[in-house]
């Protein structure tokens, strides 16, 4: 049975970091398709970063990198210099298709928030 869970998420002030974890199970990490995707009230889902071909939204180029560590099955998200535009609920995806920053990835995991105020 496939699972994620996010951690990590909180509260911020503006250029304030945290680092967003995705505990994976029920697959192996490095036999899927993994990315990251943000859902602010109101907006759609939106792809930020994908490990595949570590490719990023240009929104966060330059502040977010994304990362796995296959013995752990855990991937990860470092977010710098946030912008409260960055306020969202955070989600990782798994597939065994690289949908890159598309949402049609097939597992999901609860999502966590994060939030930075200004």
């Known amino acids: 049975q496939v699972q994620l869970v996010e951690s990590g998420g909180g509260s911020v002030q503006a250029g304030g970091s945290l680092r967003l974890s995705c505990a994976a199970s029920g697959f192996p990490t490095y036999a899927y398709y993994m990315a990251w995707f943000r859902q602010a009230p109101g907006k759609e889902r939106e792809g930020v970063a994908t490990i595949a071909s570590t490719r990023y939204a240009d929104s966060v180029k330059g502040r977010f990198t994304i990362s796995e560590d296959n013995a752990k099955n855990t991937l990860y998200l470092q977010m710098n210099s946030l912008k409260p535009e960055d306020t969202a609920m955070y989600y990782c995806?798994?597939?065994?298709?690289?949908?890159?920053?598309?949402?049609?990835?097939?597992?999901w995991g609860q999502g966590t928030q994060v939030t930075v105020s200004s």
């Open positions: 995806a798994a597939d065994r298709i690289d949908w890159g920053l598309l949402a049609r990835y097939k597992y």
